[in-house]
């Protein structure tokens, strides 16, 4: 019989004062059982850092037609591929030909998840941008993880202040081009 997925549920309070975006969010996270806790977390932060009207989860690690994150507008029209981790070239060819934006968030060494992309095609890779939070970060916000998690998510000049059940973590959110 196959393992099925564990859902995690978060009440999050965010504020991400560079984009003027203030919500109460409730979510519910199914982390598949092949899925790590450092990349749900992840996959989390780019969500909330990502948040606007029509985002959603991707249909799950095992898909290849979403990313971890999506947004459309009214009309169902892709506005923003959000992939999380490692993607291919292809993927993210994929979803630059299909979105107006393309980001990656990364929960490890972004230079290790930039250097297959060399020499590669990919639509519009100039706009891509990968982001990145300081080490340890991501897997010490892993450990703090429960199956009902209380999270308040504050974001200032680039600076993230996460205080994840009782417990404060900061990392500056980093940027770099794709190519």
């Not at 598949?32 to 989390?44: G, I, Q, W």
């Not at 932060?45 to 037609?65: K, N, P, Q, R």
């Not at 292809?90 to 979105?99: N, P, T, V």
Request: aromatic share 8%; hydrophobic share 45%.
């Amino acid at each position: 019989m196959a393992i099925g997925s564990t859902i995690h549920t978060f009440a999050v309070q965010l504020a991400d004062m560079d984009r003027g975006v203030y919500d109460d969010l409730a979510l519910r996270v199914a982390k598949h059982p092949s899925e790590t806790d450092a990349y749900m977390v992840t996959r989390l932060l780019a969500y909330c850092l990502e948040y606007v009207d029509g985002i959603e989860f991707g249909s799950g690690i095992s898909s290849t037609d979403e990313p971890a994150v999506i947004a459309r507008d009214l009309t169902g029209a892709v506005t923003a591929w959000i992939e999380v981790g490692a993607p291919d070239a292809e993927r993210l060819h994929h979803g630059s030909r299909l979105a107006e934006r393309v980001a990656v968030y990364a929960h490890r060494d972004p230079v290790k998840v930039i250097a297959p992309w060399a020499g590669k095609k990919i639509y519009n890779a100039e706009a891509i941008e990968v982001f990145s939070f300081d080490p340890g970060f991501v897997d010490h916000a892993a450990g703090l993880l429960e199956r009902r998690n209380a999270v308040t998510l504050t974001v200032t000049e680039r600076q993230l202040y996460l205080d994840l059940n009782g417990t404060t973590l900061s990392s500056a959110v980093h940027a770099r081009p794709a190519v």
